[in-house]
């Protein structure tokens, strides 16, 4: 699968040049170039790309760059920027570097990206296990995840960790979903629904 | 950068947009625009449906491009007036045609089920309507009201940022029934109904994902700008 790859850059004429260099490259994809960061959440939540190359002037919160998707986050930097403001970027671009460098650099942070949704279906397993099975059951029954964890005699961060899991596993985030699936399945009787 | 699939014409027949995207057909129920436009123009529709092209096109293009959010500037240069009838319409047709749709669907499948499931099924359905229909309650009941005034150079107590504050999602109950439809029902249960039940759901959530888009990015803007001036 190709690598989705997002320039967000206000200079048309750096775009044009990176795009030109990088569309050589068969395993990367490029997305439409964005000027700015205007609603930035929205759209890389929309566009979940691989790597973001981004210029550390128009935004250098990496974190808020990278989010939860795994993007990685590379920096292009075509003036001085000071050392400690691209500590956090997963690699930097530099203008004055060579075609294969660039080229080279987009590619490696490529494959180190990994979406976490991917992580999880290469985990395979989508059977719930026991204890997951029994905290189910209690959340379906309504249960907090404080009384869970004490009817359980297992910590709240574990409840919350089984939680997580089953929600990965079933597709299904809100209670009432859990509540439905838990009577499907057999899971518990309707009396024990509160 | 210039982003050139935009509609942006006016003079374009309403129906050639159709053709080359279908989706539009729901947007054009939410402007009242009914079908047999015939090879009218969408500028002559809008004049007849008393609508700005302007914003007609605004809404068309956030219906039908994906990764297309409007920008501060091209939201303050559009003529709002239809917003909120538009908002409006659009909560009707959900709750009057759209959910009562996929509730029959869903009173099928629940037909065949064990009677706990379709107990629990049902359950599921009627909170999700009482959940829609509290959070278009409120819109209609205290937030448009408060743009309403805006609007027309007075003003109340309530602010958009409690709106911000307090826009719940409304897709991800959707996206359980699918999940629950698609994966768990039981043998039996699984026939033309689960499945035309799931492009149901798929398609009006994409609408409601459309129309919280609309509300967050449009509304949203819009009403701060109003709020502003006042001050």
């Known amino acids: 699968m190709k690598h989705k790859v997002l320039i967000i850059e206000p200079s048309e004429l750096i775009v044009d040049g990176l795009k030109t260099l990088l569309a050589a490259q068969p395993s990367l994809r490029l997305l439409e170039p964005l000027a700015g960061d205007d609603d930035l959440d929205a759209r890389l939540a929309m566009l979940r790309p691989d790597v973001l190359i981004i210029n550390p002037t128009v935004n250098d919160n990496v974190n808020r760059l990278r989010g939860d998707r795994g993007t990685r986050v590379v920096a292009l930097v075509y003036q001085y920027v000071k050392q400690s403001r691209l500590r956090h970027f997963d690699a930097v671009i530099d203008i004055r570097d060579s075609r294969q460098a660039i080229a080279q650099t987009v590619i490696d ?10 992580c999880a279906s290469a985990a395979g397993n989508y059977e719930l296990t026991k204890r997951e099975t029994a905290v189910l059951v209690e959340v379906a029954r309504g249960l907090t995840n404080k009384e869970i964890a004490e009817r359980l005699n297992v910590s709240v961060f574990t409840v919350t960790s089984h939680r997580k899991n089953i929600v990965r596993k079933t597709g299904i985030k809100s209670v009432a979903g859990l509540t439905v699936y838990a009577l499907l399945n057999n899971l518990i009787d309707e009396d024990a629904v509160l | 950068m210039k982003q050139t699939y935009l509609y942006t014409d006016p003079s374009d027949k309403l129906s050639l947009l ?41 809404i068309c293009n956030v219906y039908t491009f994906d990764n297309y959010i409007p920008t501060a500037e091209v939201v303050r240069a559009t003529p709002m007036s239809g917003l909120i009838p538009y908002l409006r319409r659009s909560h009707a047709y959900y709750l009057g045609k759209r959910l009562p749709h996929i509730g029959r669907h869903l009173e099928k499948i629940a037909a065949l089920l064990p009677e706990r499931a379709a107990g629990a099924i049902r359950r599921f359905f009627t909170t999700y309507i009482d959940e829609v229909t509290e959070h278009f309650a409120h819109e209609e009941n205290v937030v448009f009201p408060h743009i309403e005034a805006l609007e027309a150079g007075g003003g109340d107590a309530y602010s958009m940022k409690d709106f911000i504050a307090h826009h719940g999602n409304l897709e991800d109950s959707l996206n359980d029934l699918v999940q629950i439809i698609f994966k768990y029902l039981p043998a039996g249960a699984t026939g033309d109904d689960a499945i035309d039940m799931i492009f149901d759901i798929l398609e009006v959530r994409r609408d409601l994902h459309k129309h919280s888009l609309i509300e967050e990015k449009i509304l949203v803007p819009y009403v701060l700008n109003l709020e502003k001036r006042k001050k």
């Open chain 1, 109 to 118: 942070a490529a494959n180190s990206s990994n979406e976490p949704d991917t």
């Open chain 2, 18 to 58: 159709v053709t080359s995207h279908p989706e539009l057909l729901l947007t054009l129920s939410h402007f009242g625009i009914g079908l047999g436009v015939g090879d009218r123009s969408i500028a002559e529709l809008c004049r007849d449906h008393d609508v700005d092209p302007r914003f007609f096109l605004l």
